[in-house]
């Protein structure tokens, strides 16, 4: 057990030869078993390439006060796995199907070239038919749960979907696969980190930025690199994936709660925000950027309930207070999309204060959809804070909306609201970066 | 006179020893006239260095289609003058002062160490006193216009602030530079591109992101690279500028109608959207992207006029109909930053039709920032299109709201309005990806 408490890890595990069986463990608590690969292109620094257990490849970022032990060497162990390159082995889990939900949208569509629209994909057949290669590495069971463009998606949608995934996982699933349109794709990935917990395996939000009869589409790859994420992953997280960049077989994987639409029609979007994605999928197989959480042992736990008395509001220059205000009338809370650190113009502080006043919770996030909000840098922010204006640190306000109508459905008052919101679910803010004064 | 109508220019002109004397006709109509210069690191493909005849360096990237002449040599012209490297010459224009218009935010702001408040900085010798280096390559002439955290920036502020460019110039100024909190830098950015005409000079909008007190400030290098754009650069334009990457000499010059705020406090939190910077200011000089409007011949046309009755509205899947509607209420237009190609959901129909045929102006934008909006692809761009709804191709939302204002102070009716907001003005559009059917 060749321990080095005081070296750098990153220092000896390169010493080790191919082929070594190690334990790491991380100082976020992480564990990886597995036997050490060559490392290759795209490991970049202080990455190894691990060949783990449950068979297949991985790539983990060595910290500083990470820590390994040696294995014993496997009895019939080879040195350099044949696997080491080319697609990621997935192992077989008899009887763990990957279940497919489709919600419609470009990627469960096709051009009906009778009328020249477009139509959804209605079931299993004509899903497999459209991509025969899906069921390559393992049974993928389809279950269509809804047929619209994601721009019609509401939040009962949301709930419905919840419902599906429990069911899924309830029925012994090992990853859950939704495809779904783009255009509100980060809300649903959003609403189901915060309306599905304890996870045993990977909920996978996929879509197509470019329908799939086209030779340019997207849909394919990005559905086979989700099923292949939904079955083989260590993860328990409700993740998105798309094309990463221009290259044709790297795959971006990003948390749920921080993720966005940034084009209207790149394959590549998709980006991750305050933050690098969670990881990469390409031909090497797996590689995490960050620590994700790990599948929950069953059963998987659906809360399936929302407050509709929410809303989400954009500042701009020139928007009347009364305009905001009237907005607001009628909802228990409402996100606002400031400026810069978080701010809106001094004009609209008493109906802000007003509103508090009222017993609506009012979360300020930021426009500029990168960075954190900050009461404490300018009068304004101090202004609004003292009105009770919660800052939301860098949560996005997409999904602070989101996390606002699941809030509300679980809280008595305000002040529940605010604690629940300033308390991190699912990875999508720095808690130690919110601020609030009770109001 | 080389002409060479046939061959690639760039070929060509790589051939021609250092120091020789060109004109260079670009195919978009600009022309260059200098001595070549060595080609420096951040050339990049396509790019010459010219030492212009107005005294400084300029990057000209050169088209297929762009034709050059060589020009007799100059009696003393130095074959490879001692400033082609190292900080850019700026001619001086004796006489022609940069006038620097104070606007108030955290550019021309100081903490008050009584206080520990930020307080902004009234007036010229208290500018010069801050900013020493300032007036080192010409006379800077400072005005205090206003007083304001951008927050609370208003469209009648954008008024006032165009009153005074327009007087600037009449007065004699070479360039413009206005000192601006960074929150709604880009609104008054693209207001001022609407509002001022037929430019002389640069009119250069720059701000902070971090207060010019501390160390890690970005305002005194973006206020004298502001200052030098607006001293040398040969461009009609209303630009942005603020510092690019993490390099600390570095600057990006923005197009007014296409940029955004994108961070909240990274001193690069800036960017361009739908294309690239217009250029760059480095230590080696300037170097254009693209092709910039040439000041044009004085005088200057302000015409500032807005008017308030527009509003931005962004939707959101959850959104009632009835709020949107409500919302809308009393405008006489609307941007809708929409999902994903330019879409809303189709419950969002019948108040829309029923706006536009009480001749509410409906104009489509996309919340992802990036890419066009475009209606014929998916059936709800089609039913909003036929709703009357304006689809503003890669218009930002922000710059489409602030078009809007201006437009509706100009036109009698709708339709007018709609004619104005789909003809690209400020180079803020692409206009062969308008789309609108008459409602």
Redesign the interface.
């Given at each position: 057990m060749g321990e080095t408490p005081e070296a750098d890890p990153w220092t000896e595990l390169r010493r080790l030869p191919m082929g070594s069986r190690i334990e790491i463990h991380c100082a976020d608590g992480h564990r990886w078993r597995g036997t050490l690969l060559p490392p290759h292109d795209l490991s970049g620094e202080r990455v190894i390439q691990l060949k783990v257990d449950s068979g297949y490849n991985v790539g983990v970022r060595v910290g500083h006060r990470d820590r390994f032990h040696l294995l014993p060497a496997e009895p019939s162990g080879p040195t350099e796995p044949a696997m080491s390159r080319g697609h990621p082995h997935t192992a077989p889990h008899p009887g763990r199907d990957v279940v497919l939900l489709t919600s419609g949208g470009t990627i469960a569509s096709r051009v009906d070239y009778r009328t020249g629209?477009?139509r959804p994909v209605r079931d299993e057949s004509e899903i497999l038919a459209f991509y025969p290669d899906l069921d390559r590495e393992g049974p993928v069971r389809v279950v269509p749960v809804l047929d619209r463009?994601?721009?019609?998606?509401?939040?009962e949608d949301?709930i419905l979907l919840a419902r599906h995934v429990g069911e899924a996982f309830e029925g012994g699933a090992r990853g859950v696969v939704i495809a779904h349109?783009?255009?509100?794709l980060a809300?649903t990935a959003a609403a189901l980190s915060f309306l599905v917990e304890s996870l045993p395996g990977p909920v996978v939000l996929v879509g197509a930025q470019r329908s799939p009869d086209r030779p340019s589409s997207d849909g394919p790859t990005n559905l086979a690199a989700a099923v292949r994420i939904a079955r083989s992953a260590d993860l328990g997280e409700v993740v998105v994936v798309m094309h990463d960049g221009l290259s044709d077989d790297r795959f971006a994987i990003h948390r749920g709660t921080r993720v966005r639409?940034?084009?209207?029609?790149?394959r590549d979007?998709f980006q991750s925000r305050n933050g690098p994605p969670l990881g990469y999928l390409d031909a090497s197989g797996l590689t995490w950027n960050v620590a994700v959480r790990p599948p929950s042992p069953p059963p998987v736990r659906v809360d399936p309930r929302l407050n509709?008395h929410?809303?989400?509001?954009?500042?701009?220059?020139?928007?009347p207070p009364e305009?905001a205000s009237?907005?607001v009338r009628g909802l228990r809370g409402v996100v606002l999309?400031?400026?810069?650190?978080?701010?809106?113009?001094?004009?609209h502080l008493p109906w802000i204060r007003e509103a508090v006043e009222r017993g609506v919770v009012v979360v300020m996030t930021?426009q500029?959809?990168?960075?954190?909000?900050?009461p404490f840098v300018?009068?304004?922010g101090r202004e609004l804070l003292k009105a009770g204006v919660l800052y939301a640190g860098d949560l996005l306000p997409?999904t602070a909306?989101v996390k606002l109508?699941w809030a509300l459905a679980r809280a008595d008052g305000p002040e529940e609201v605010r604690r629940l919101i300033e308390t991190d679910r699912a990875g999508e803010l720095e808690p130690r970066h919110v601020a609030g004064a009770p109001p």
């Open positions: 629209g477009v463009l994601s721009e019609d998606i509401s939040p949301w349109g783009t255009d509100t809300f639409k940034m084009h209207s029609s790149r979007g509709e929410g809303g989400l509001l954009w500042f701009y220059p020139g928007l305009r009237a907005f999309a400031g400026t810069g650190l978080g701010h809106v113009s001094a004009v930021t500029c959809l990168e960075g954190d909000v900050d300018y009068s304004t997409e909306y109508l």
